[in-house]
């Protein structure tokens, strides 16, 4: 089992940025892929983007250029680097955990959200 903790939203003017932090817990070396979503009111829950165990990245078309996906191994700490925010960025933001653990089992473990406001 994989707990995540989501921390740093906030409210930031369109064109500011904002960094946030998935911290997890438990059987995190089971971890293969670290991933964020997001949801806005009203629409679907959508991939932001996701790093695997090795430090590669990949980011949906949207994000691309703005957003950045860092981990730090030590701390088992996912980040979110937001930059030139805009107010079509406001949703709930989500951080997801695949595990694949051998016999055809995977666990998909997910935060709380934290919110992330972009408005002036």
């Known amino acids: 089992q994989v707990q995540l903790v989501e921390s740093g939203g906030g409210l930031v003017q369109p064109g500011g940025s904002l960094r946030l932090s998935c911290a997890a817990s438990?059987?995190?070396?089971?971890?293969?892929?670290m991933n964020w979503y997001r949801q806005a009111p009203g629409k679907e829950r959508e991939l932001v983007g996701g790093?695997?165990?090795?430090?590669?990245?990949n980011y949906a078309d949207s994000m691309k250029g703005r957003f950045t996906i860092s981990r730090d191994n030590v701390k088992n700490t996912v980040y979110l680097q937001m930059n030139s925010l805009k107010p079509e960025d406001t949703a709930v933001y989500y951080c997801n955990a695949v595990s694949d653990i051998g016999f055809g089992t995977i666990y998909n473990n997910w935060g709380q959200g934290t919110q992330v406001t972009v408005s002036s």
């Open positions: 438990g059987s995190v070396s089971s971890i293969n892929v």
């Open positions: 790093i695997t165990r090795a430090g590669s990245t």
